[in-house]
């Protein structure tokens, strides 16, 4: 396993921030991952990003704003401006994203005109609903235009605990991909939305936070594994449904 290490830059005009969780091989594969809908979390997907790149890809974590008055949409363009001048060549990156960050992340991969022609090399949704439209880029839902998007790899993970975005939805999601020739794996978690991220809720922070051990850090390996393997990296295959 390689030790990660993390670097904290500003990648946006606004001043956002965004983490590097790097791992040891200089030419390791890169991840994009978008936290949810709570303002400025990249915190929460420490662990995950950690563990990732533990794995052997390098993994981005940008902070961005869903609650702003423009949706956080200059930020999310702007983490993946940064995203392509950091790599060597940006159709090799694989994005993800968690929840409110995975329908923006699912709707980017399979939109009819992606931004500057690009789309990603993988997309992997966690936790996400993926039958409403995509307000922040303005985008129709991932389900109403994956039939007629390009092909490329898609994965899909959730946790059947979930009582934020129900497991239902990410099923009924596959079987519309699998109607249009499309093959998406899901890999079920048995744990609740912030545990499918390698997190837990916090009452005494009124916010999510990373989890080191119990069955959320557990489950979150798991997320991890299939994160690395859409990138390329391999690792023990992950419980999925087809």
Known sequence: MSTAVMDTVRYSTDGQL??????????APTVLLWHGRGPAERDVLGALAAEVARLGATVIVPDWHPDAEDGGRPQLAASLRFTWDFV??????????????????????????????WRPAAVVGIAARYNQPEPLLGLPSPMA??????????????????TVCDFANAGEFQRVLAASGREAPLTELTTDHPGAVMAEYSPEWGRCRPAHTGSAHREGLRTAQVIAQAAGVPTQKARVTK
């Open 18 to 27: 965004l983490d590097i969780h790097r791992a040891a091989a200089p030419d």
């Open 88 to 117: 060597r060549n940006p159709e090799e990156v694989v994005l993800v994203g968690w929840s409110l960050g995975g329908r923006a992340a699912m709707a980017t991969a399979l939109r009819p005109d992606p931004p500057e022609g």
């Open 145 to 162: 235009v994956c039939a007629s998007a390009p092909p490329l790899p898609i994965h899909l993970v959730h946790g059947t605990e979930d």
